[in-house]
Nanobody
């Protein structure tokens, strides 16, 4: 069974920084694109950042220049470094990965989410 586990959320003041991590575990044959999504109360889930297996990245306009995503393919992990945080960044952040398990068909797997709150 494949699992994605996020860590690193919390409460931070505006202008502060947080680093989120996501680790994939289980019977994994390959991991393709990985990404971070967020969902604020009353809003739809939105893509924040994505990274291919070769390291190409893409970001939502709202976070460009402030957030950076990276991955370690050897450890099956992806991180999201968030700087210059704003109150509007407050949301539950989810990790998603396109995974080929060792025992099933390729598909999208999601983490459980981690709360990020930006407030003074």
């Amino acid at each position: 069974q494949v699992q994605l586990v996020e860590s690193g959320g919390g409460l931070v003041q505006p202008g502060g920084s947080l680093r989120l991590s996501c680790a994939a575990s289980g019977s994994i044959f390959a991991i393709y694109d990985m990404g971070w999504y967020r969902q604020a109360p009353g809003k739809q889930r939105e893509l924040v950042a994505s990274i291919t297996s070769k390291g190409s990245t893409d970001y939502a306009d709202s976070v460009k220049g402030r957030f950076t995503t990276s991955r370690d393919n050897a450890k099956n992990t992806v991180t999201l470094q968030m700087n210059s945080l704003k109150p509007e960044d407050t949301a539950v952040y989810y990790c998603k990965a396109d995974i080929m398990p060792g025992w099933a068909r390729r598909g999208d797997y999601w983490g459980q989410g981690t709360q990020v709150t930006v407030s003074s």
